[in-house]
């Protein structure tokens, strides 16, 4: 059974800096396709950033530059840096993981159904300006 466990969300203040976490257990991270996505009340669901098994990173816009994707392959989680962030970046924040091998990280954030992926169950950051 896949169970992604995000943590490391919190409250903090524009242009700090959070690292999250999402402990995988039952999936083998180096072989799939992950990431980040995102949700503000009265809004939809966005790719944040995400990270194919042949180590391309992409991410969106609005957090490139101040961003980063990572894996720990040991340990089997999945990071995102968060730096300098803004009172745009307060969101649900959730780590997502794909059902098949071989897809792209672009694809992954961009096109992907909510049924493609496993879902954690999402760490609230909140950034106050």
């Known amino acids: 059974q896949v169970q992604l466990v995000e943590s490391g969300g919190g409250s903090v203040q524009a242009g700090g800096s959070l690292r999250l976490s999402c402990v995988v257990s039952?999936?083998?991270?180096?072989?799939?396709?992950m990431g980040w996505f995102r949700q503000a009340p009265g809004k939809e669901r966005e790719g944040v950033a995400a990270?194919?098994?042949?180590?391309?990173?992409t991410y969106a816009d609005s957090v490139q530059d101040r961003f980063s994707i990572s894996k720990d392959y040991r340990k089997n989680i999945l990071y995102l840096q968060m730096n300098d962030l803004k009172p745009e970046d307060t969101a649900m924040y959730y780590c997502?993981?794909?059902?098949?091998?071989?897809?792209?990280?672009?694809?992954?954030?961009?096109?992907?159904?909510?049924?493609?992926?496993?879902w954690g169950q999402g760490t609230q950051v909140t950034v106050s300006s």
């Open positions: 997502a993981a794909a059902k098949l091998e071989h897809g792209t990280s672009r694809y992954f954030l961009r096109y992907s159904k909510e049924s493609d992926n496993y």
């Open positions: 990270l194919d098994a042949g180590m391309i990173k």
């Open positions: 039952g999936y083998e991270i180096s072989r799939y396709c």
